[in-house]
């Protein structure tokens, strides 16, 4: 199930917009580096957990400033089109 509970601006979308984007790219590195490669792995691990920490503060913030409906085993999602912020349960 689905629902809308809010909106952002357009500049606030492009922030967790971002963030989304880099996290995605974080991850799909993570898949073909290896531990061997010490330098760029530790790298790797840091950046990943610096961008999910911005990630999360991005939601929580949000969602303090708008009061934004929440629900037990439901997370939000944002639709990068319509900027709209869904409630989804799961």
């Known amino acids: 199930m689905r629902k809308v509970v809010g909106k952002v601006t357009e500049e606030e979308?492009?922030?967790i917009q971002q963030l989304f984007e880099r996290q995605n790219g974080l991850n799909e590195l993570a898949k073909i580096v290896s531990a061997d490669n010490d330098a760029l792995y530790e790298?790797?691990?840091?950046?990943?957990?610096?961008?999910?920490?911005?990630?999360?503060?991005?939601?929580?913030?949000m969602a303090e400033y708008?009061?934004?409906?929440?629900?037990?085993?439901?997370?939000?999602?944002?639709?990068?089109v319509?900027?709209?912020i869904n409630l989804v349960y799961e």
């Open 82 to 84: 319509t900027n709209d």
């Open 43 to 61: 790298k790797l691990v840091k950046d990943l957990g610096e961008t999910g920490a911005k990630f999360q503060d991005w939601w929580n913030r």
């Open 13 to 15: 979308k492009c922030e």
């Open 66 to 80: 708008y009061q934004w409906e929440s629900g037990e085993g439901a997370h939000w999602e944002i639709d990068f």
